[in-house]
C-alpha cells in the first residue's frame, strides 16, 4: 500500500522560498508517476508538477514554471518541492500524488492519481 506525508509547510513572505517534501512508502514498481498538486478556498484541486519515478521526466504548471523545482530521491525515497519568489496566489493547500497507472496526456489531471498524502499548508503573506 502506497503512503505518501507531506511536510514543509509554514507562512512564508512574497518573495522568500520553501521546501516542501513528501516521504513516500509501498511502490512496488518504478513506472510510478509523482505529483504535487494544490487547493485553494473555493477552488479545484490543480496541477502544479509532476515526475517520473524511474526517469526523472519533469512536468509544471504554467504559473509554476521557472518558480518551482520537482526531484525525487530514489535513495531517500522522497519528493521534492522547491519552491522559489512565492506569491501570494501560491497561498494553497500543497498535496502529493501518485499512481502507476498516470499516462501523458492525463499527467495533469487529479482524477489519474490513485494515492494522495494529507497535504501541507503553505501561505505567502504579501
Known amino acids: 500500500q502506497v503512503q505518501l506525508v507531506e511536510s514543509g509547510g509554514g507562512l512564508v513572505q512574497a518573495g522568500d522560498s520553501r521546501r516542501l517534501s513528501c516521504a513516500v512508502s509501498?511502490?512496488?514498481?518504478?513506472?510510478?508517476?509523482m505529483a504535487w498538486f494544490r487547493q485553494s478556498p473555493g477552488k479545484e484541486r490543480e496541477f502544479v508538477a509532476a515526475?517520473?519515478?524511474?526517469?526523472?521526466?519533469?512536468w509544471y504548471a504554467d504559473s509554476v514554471k521557472g518558480r518551482f523545482t520537482i526531484s525525487r530521491d530514489k535513495a531517500e525515497n522522497t519528493v521534492s518541492l522547491q519552491m522559489n519568489s512565492l506569491k501570494p496566489e501560491d497561498t494553497a493547500i500543497y498535496y502529493c500524488?501518485?499512481?502507476?497507472?498516470?499516462?501523458?496526456?492525463?499527467?495533469?489531471?487529479?482524477?489519474?492519481?490513485?494515492?494522495w498524502g494529507q497535504g501541507t499548508q503553505v501561505t505567502v503573506s504579501s
Open positions: 515526475i517520473k519515478w524511474n526517469g526523472g521526466n519533469t
Open positions: 500524488a501518485t499512481s502507476r497507472t498516470v499516462i501523458l496526456s492525463t499527467i495533469r489531471r487529479s482524477s489519474a492519481y490513485a494515492s
Open positions: 509501498g511502490l512496488t514498481f518504478n513506472s510510478y508517476t
